[in-house]
């Protein structure tokens, strides 16, 4: 979707299909004679509840990208109002594939969905992406950071690429991400790629989220699942080997299989889904299609078997829980009284000189008191 | 330790060895001539605080089970003279070598248990065998069931086989296991070993509380590990494949050595220490001390790293929160409001007529009222 009058304002040296993030604006000038004073622009246009609902209904890129804003910002003004726009938004939700994208460091997760995102656009998919991190506080994605890894990608009208949100409880990201899923699907994307950004829970965090979920390997020194913490590869749907070209062809072959052996000591992620590992090249494109073929399967045989809709359900009601429990806690280690006397119980604790019993009870006693 | 009072009481023909649980005893007749009325004993003792910590301390077996009955029970009079109990026994506790074992229904792990158990004793140790299963309202292990299984091991003197403790919360049962450890080693168990009964979350909780974690397997197909509830195989110091003896002998090895390779995949379950696949024979004895061995060596590399100390330290703190966030859910699920709400919030959100982050606000905004 593009706007006209932004159009008209582009010098005529803009790039092919650049996207918004061509920022350069050719200004209107004052007519011959007639000085015009330009007023520079200081205030953001105020959108009310309405304006936000249907600008993301009608994938108005602005609008969408200040819905995301407004749902992750921590003002419980901007959140009541997010809140609001989600439930006018909620009945033209859940109409995408969820797709979870996560992998080591250097496995070449980016290249991998931009050459995914754009075969599938070539292929008449609306494709968001949006980055998962936790841990973010420490290891924040930027859009620039982001927008420069996939920069073909990110030329594209039918893509819409969004980092990660800024920090906060590990709860509030998770939220925000959902919410983002919820808001990128009304505004007409059908397939979203959720790559995790940080380390250790997100993947367990992603996969709360997502329908289908994806580890990116690549071939090495038979070693290479070290680097992955535990528990990751028996949530992940399928295994890619990444980086299958060239010279490294035949190693990415040999790791395939010893990682398909390894797959074969696992229960299977999904109940009626055998997780496979596969190999590809993000460069080549080899494998990309087949990845894309892969996932429709897996939506048709957990569609029909009613365990799609199930999990859905499932993660809704988690997520609920998930937040009432985080909360619950939040109270709890939030409160003065338990924050002062805390150290002094912990320290207690470590030198055995209370029992853990003993010191559940004084703190509950305290915090109910 | 025995009881010389009971001792007297018990017939010439008694089997060597027999522990308490030979029941029979010679009562104590009347004089010639002077008949004696026989008062049933219908009242069992009253014990004072002083009389549990006193009795446990000096390894009473009469006391130490009642002792733990007054651990398992629910009622918090009950509960109240046990934590007073444990407070007395605390200094005491702490010097044994908590074991883990986990494994597939089949696997041998009781025979397993009796045969780790017969060496240890004749090795000089005293070895405690308690269950835990936090599924037990559906899968209930029994004290009959128990003894019969380890039969040769329950007539030992320096041996006591508890079994799980009976139906209640996760994290109630987990309590009670905990405590169990502490009392049985302040009686002078040197050796605890824990067997998990129940499947799932089961594994997860005793790891949460031993020192090492064994997990038994036996050899099969070749699909050995798809009846093991994922991530299991992750969190044990060493895998065990029972059953090697006669015919079975090479396909065991066999076992073992793909059970190394699916390892090899792991991060270790515990830092510093590599997790391997051995293979035994409960039934022959071999491989047997080298189990004790290789305990023995990870006591002595984890002590030295100083994570030994450390992982105690970690699970008391661990368990002290487990208990304080168990008890903040309980006081939500469970208060009234909640409880009448809850099957229609549900309901709305299965039908997604309802945003998860609405039904959890409403839901705490009731509950904090």
Known sequence: MEDKTEKKYRPDWHPEN????FAVRVVKGSEPGKPEIIKPEIKRRHY??????????????????????????NSSKHQAIAEEVLKRILPFT???????????PGAGKSTLIEALGLYLIKNGHK?????VDPSSSVTKGSILGDKTRMEKLSREQNCFIRPS???????GVTKKSRETILVCEAAGFDVILIETVGV???????????????????????????????????????????????ENKKKAEIARAEY???????QPATPGWKSLAHTCSAVTGEGIPEIWEMINKFKEITSESGFFEMRRKQQSLQWTFDMIEEE???????????????????????????LPTTAADELLNLFKE
Chains 1, 2 share one sequence.
């Open 260 to 266: 398909s052996n390894a797959l074969h000591y696992l």
């Open 48 to 73: 009310e509840i309405d304006d936000y609902a249907e600008g993301v209904l009608r994938n108005d890129r602005t609008i969408l990208a200040r819905t995301i804003t407004l749902i992750e910002s």
């Open 18 to 21: 650049a996207g918004d993030e």
């Open 328 to 354: 619950l806690k939040d109270s709890f280690y939030k409160h003065p009284k338990i924050i002062k006397i805390l150290p002094e119980i912990k320290e207690k604790l470590l030198q055995e000189k209370i």
């Open 127 to 131: 494709v968001a992406v949006l980055a």
């Open 165 to 171: 949100p800024s920090s906060g409880t590990l709860g």
């Open 200 to 246: 250790g829970q997100s993947e367990i965090t992603v996969r709360s989220m997502v329908d289908f979920f994806l580890l990116v390997m690549i071939a090495g020194a038979g070693d290479e699942l070290q680097g992955i913490k535990k528990g990751v590869i028996e949530i992940a749907d399928a295994l890619l080997v990444n980086k299958a070209d060239g």
């Open 94 to 104: 859940g109409k995408s594939l969820r797709i979870g994208i996560t992998g080591v």
